[in-house]
C-alpha cells in the first residue's frame, strides 16, 4: 500500500504560468511534508517543507499548502521558469520514526518557453 | 557547499558478482539512507542508520543485500549475487538532528548500476 502518492506522472505548463503539483497521503501519523527536485542525472534536492501545525509555507516562487483533513498537499509554482522543469518527489514523515521519509514516485515538470 | 559523495557513479557488472557501493555523508550528519530507484518507481527505502547504528533495513533484500557503516565517514551498501532485476539508481543520502527531527535529507547524485 503506498503511502504517498503522486497520481500525476507528468505535467506540463506554459513559462510564466503557475504549475500545481499534488500529493496525497494516507498514514495520518505523518507530520511533516516535503518537496524535493531532480534533475537528470543528480540526486534530489531539498525544495520547501511544511508542518502539520501549518496549511501553507511560501518560499519565494514556491508556496506549498496543507489539507490535513483531505490527507493532501499541493506545491505551486509562480511563475513557472524552463529552468523548473525537473521531476518533484513529495515526502512524508512522522515525529516518530526518526526522520525517515516516504516518498511519492514524483511528477515530472516540464516548462516550455 | 557540503555534498554527499558517491561512489562508483556507474557500475555495469555481469550477474552474480559482487557489487559494492560506498557513500560519504556530509560531515556532521549522523543519520544516513539508502534509496533505490528503478524505471518505474520513486524513491524505494532500502535501509537507513542513525549515529552509524542500522535502525531499519527492513526495505532491503536480506539474502543479498547488506548495509554497513564502518566509520561516521563512510557507508556501503553491498549487492552478493548480483542479479538482473537489482539494476537501479541506488541514491545515498544524510542528514542531521535528534531522533524525533523532521529534517531534509541531502542527497549524493547516485550510483547507477546495471548487471548483464
Known amino acids: 500500500d503506498q503511502q504517498v502518492k503522486q497520481n500525476s506522472p507528468s505535467l506540463s505548463v506554459q513559462e510564466g504560468r503557475i504549475s500545481i503539483l499534488n500529493c496525497d497521503y494516507t498514514n495520518s501519523m505523518f507530520d511533516y511534508f516535503l518537496w524535493y527536485k531532480k534533475y537528470p542525472a543528480e540526486g534530489p534536492t531539498f525544495l520547501i517543507s511544511i508542518s502539520s501545525i501549518k496549511d501553507k509555507n511560501e518560499d519565494g516562487r514556491f508556496t506549498v499548502f496543507l489539507n490535513k483533513s483531505a490527507k493532501h498537499l499541493s506545491l505551486h509554482i509562480v511563475p513557472s521558469q524552463p529552468g523548473d522543469s525537473a521531476v518533484y518527489f513529495c515526502a512524508a514523515s512522522g515525529s516518530t520514526n526518526a526522520g525517515k521519509s516516504t516518498f511519492g514516485d514524483g511528477t515530472t515538470l516540464t516548462v516550455k518557453p | 557547499d557540503a555534498r554527499v559523495t558517491q561512489t562508483p557513479r556507474h557500475k555495469v557488472t555481469e550477474m552474480g558478482q559482487e557489487v559494492t557501493m560506498r557513500c560519504q555523508p556530509i560531515?556532521?550528519?549522523?543519520?544516513v539512507f539508502w534509496y533505490r530507484q528503478t524505471m518505474m518507481q520513486g524513491l524505494e527505502l532500502l535501509a537507513y542508520?542513525?549515529?552509524?547504528?542500522?535502525?531499519?533495513d527492513s526495505g532491503m533484500p536480506k539474502d543479498r543485500f547488506s548495509a554497513e557503516m564502518p566509520d561516521a565517514t563512510l557507508a556501503t551498501l553491498k549487492i552478493q549475487p548480483s542479479e538482473p532485476r537489482d539494476s537501479a539508481v541506488y541514491f545515498c543520502?544524510?542528514?542531521?538532528?535528534?531522533?524525533?527531527?523532521?529534517?531534509?535529507?541531502?542527497f549524493g547524485d547516485g550510483t547507477r548500476l546495471s548487471i548483464l
Open positions: 543520502a544524510s542528514g542531521k538532528g535528534a531522533l524525533n527531527s523532521n529534517q531534509p535529507q541531502h
Open positions: 542508520f542513525r549515529n552509524r547504528a542500522p535502525l531499519d
Open positions: 560531515l556532521g550528519h549522523n543519520t
